[in-house]
């Protein structure tokens, strides 16, 4: 199977460290190739492309594409059209505009696509997904999802002025950023019917985009929700709640935790979830080989 890395950032690296780790598990032949916008690098053991057609004449089986987020679909598409089967880093895009033309392509090709959330793979919301989908707290009332961290932390060995979260022309910003919120509350309480929300830059963050947005929605199922992002706490944080018709479920990534409340029982049960980082993405790795090997639903597609 031959692979091909569109942008070789930080999350590129990790995507190939992870591939190379589930395609020797599971006796997967791969070969990988590279293109990145410049700069070939002589310490990199894989054949390197700054033309993007020359990368694609090579016949990649899969596109990784991990560039900046305004580059994503137009990349994607071409990869599309050559047939290639796409893992496309997380947000989609920041624009809607092309995302119908990757659909309408995908779906001539059949193209197997699956979009980056790896938080659809944390344990501590799988836990809650399960929770939920077992009525264990009966009808959903509503839900609550928070997340924040000051920027400047994110990578301290870059200039966080510089990089594109930074900068609104490349699809940075908390809302796009930290759409796993999005993703993932999408993914509990099913389709949204209405949404609002307040944004802006409140801080003295040197960027260009909003540092917090303050989202309210209601889903089909006239479930009410919340969702705050901000690039502002000092201290990380991320959780959840959801209220029900017979209790609670509680969920925070930092402290590793899952509380479930029973209004029957009147009592906590306790999950404690302890989840290395990166097996998040090995576990989308995995699942994205299942996709394209075996034919599984995607569990993340475009739409």
């Not at 009966?138 to 609550?144: K, L, N, R």
């Not at 990578?155 to 940075?172: I, M, T």
């Not at 801080?203 to 540092?211: F, P, Q, R």
Request: charged letters at 25%.
């Amino acid at each position: 199977m031959k692979i091909l890395f569109v942008g070789f950032g930080s999350i590129g690296r990790r995507h190939l460290s992870n591939l190379q780790m589930v395609a020797n598990l599971r006796k997967i032949d791969i070969e990988v190739i590279l293109y990145r916008s410049s700069n070939i690098s002589n310490h990199i053991p894989y054949k390197q492309f700054t033309d993007y057609d020359l990368a694609l004449a090579e016949n990649p089986d899969v596109v990784f594409i991990c560039n900046p987020t305004h580059l994503h679909l137009d990349f994607a598409i071409k990869a599309a059209n050559k047939g290639c089967h796409l893992f496309i880093e997380k947000p989609l895009s920041h624009s809607l505009e092309k995302v119908d033309d990757l659909i309408n392509v995908t779906h001539n090709k059949e193209n197997i696509v699956l979009v980056g959330c790896n938080m659809r793979f944390h344990p501590g919301l799988k836990l809650v997904k399960r929770l939920i989908d077992n009525n264990t707290i009966g009808d959903i009332y509503s839900v609550s999802a928070s997340v924040g961290q000051y920027l400047p932390d994110w990578r301290p060995n870059q200039d966080y002025r510089l990089s594109y979260s930074a900068k609104e022309e490349y699809g940075g910003g908390a809302v796009l950023d930290l759409i796993h919120e999005l993703d993932y509350v999408y993914w509990l309480i099913g389709d949204v019917s209405e949404v609002c929300a307040l944004s802006g830059k409140v801080s003295k963050l040197e960027i260009e985009t909003e540092d917090i947005a303050e989202v309210l929605l209601r889903t089909k199922n006239g479930v009410l929700g919340h969702i705050h992002l901000d690039y502002l706490q000092r201290d990380y944080s991320r959780n959840c709640k959801i209220i029900g018709e017979y209790g609670t479920i509680l969920w925070d990534y930092k402290e590793e935790v899952v509380k479930h409340f029973d209004i029957r029982k009147q009592n906590w049960e306790v999950y404690n979830i302890s989840c290395d980082r990166n097996d998040m993405y090995v576990e989308e790795i995995e699942h994205f080989f299942d996709c394209i090997i075996y034919g599984h639903k995607q569990l993340i597609p475009i739409e």
